[in-house]
């Protein structure tokens, strides 16, 4: 089956600590988004990739990081410079304009 | 600025109970506008995109219309399944590779059994 698989599910993170969630696609799709949830606020975009090997911040980048060594895989970093890294972390890829989701990662600062 | 509202924010039906959710937008240029489905603790599902005022398109008990102003969803004889939260978007023109989205908060809707 296609689709986008994300984990860990939970993740618990100590304060200090970076955490890495990781986003995996098998439709071959070129682009690939990291957002994040929090709750009465819309989906903010972190960084997003349209090619391997290449990305760009997006609205709310500061504490993230990223990479994009394969076209499959876009793993997110949460830094410990993230003040405020409690939410859920959705990530999307597309080949058009329709963006379509992973499960998501619900991460939590202990 | 661009921008998506939707209204209501929250919104409780009983079965059976037809209504529509609203999309308003402020999108320069827009290239498409997506509706989405999303069930708590879960990642949005895709249902709809429109393109140009005059558009329709159905799914099941749900159909979405576009404006050049806004974009409803209709909600045609409820049932509880269809108790989530439904998302809005637009597509900004792309700068560069970007086909940035931009987001509404939702309207959660509850559907009475």
């Known amino acids: 089956d296609g689709g986008i698989t994300q984990s860990p599910k939970y993740l618990f993170r100590k304060e200090g600590q970076n955490v890495t969630l990781s986003c995996e696609q098998n439709l071959n799709h070129d682009a690939m988004y990291w957002y994040r949830q929090d709750p009465g606020q819309g989906l903010r975009l972190i960084y997003y990739?349209?090619?391997?090997?290449?990305?760009q911040k997006g609205d709310i980048a500061e504490g993230y990081s990223v990479s994009r060594e394969k076209k499959e895989s876009f793993p997110l970093t949460v830094t410990s410079a993230q003040k405020n890294p409690t939410a859920f972390y959705l990530c999307?890829?597309?080949?058009?304009?329709?963006?379509?989701f992973g499960p998501g990662t619900r991460l939590t600062v202990l | 600025e661009d921008q998506v509202t939707q209204s209501p924010e929250a919104l409780r039906l009983q079965e059976g109970e037809s209504s529509s959710l609203n999309c308003s937008y402020t999108v320069s240029g827009l290239r498409g506008l997506f509706w989405y489905r999303q069930d708590p603790g879960k990642g949005p599902e895709f249902l709809f995109t429109?393109?140009?005022?005059?558009e329709e398109k159905e799914k099941e008990r749900l159909k979405a219309t576009l404006t050049k102003k806004e974009s409803f969803l209709h909600i045609t004889a409820p049932k509880p399944e269809d108790s989530a939260t439904y998302l809005c978007?637009?597509?900004?023109?792309?700068?560069?590779?970007?086909?940035?989205?931009?987001w509404g908060l939702g309207t959660s809707l509850a559907v009475n059994p």
């Open positions: 429109l393109y140009s005022a005059g």
């Open positions: 978007a637009g597509s900004c023109p792309p700068a560069g590779n970007n086909r940035k989205l931009i």
């Open positions: 999307a890829s597309t080949n058009t304009r329709e963006q379509f």
């Open positions: 990739s349209q090619i391997v090997n290449d990305f």
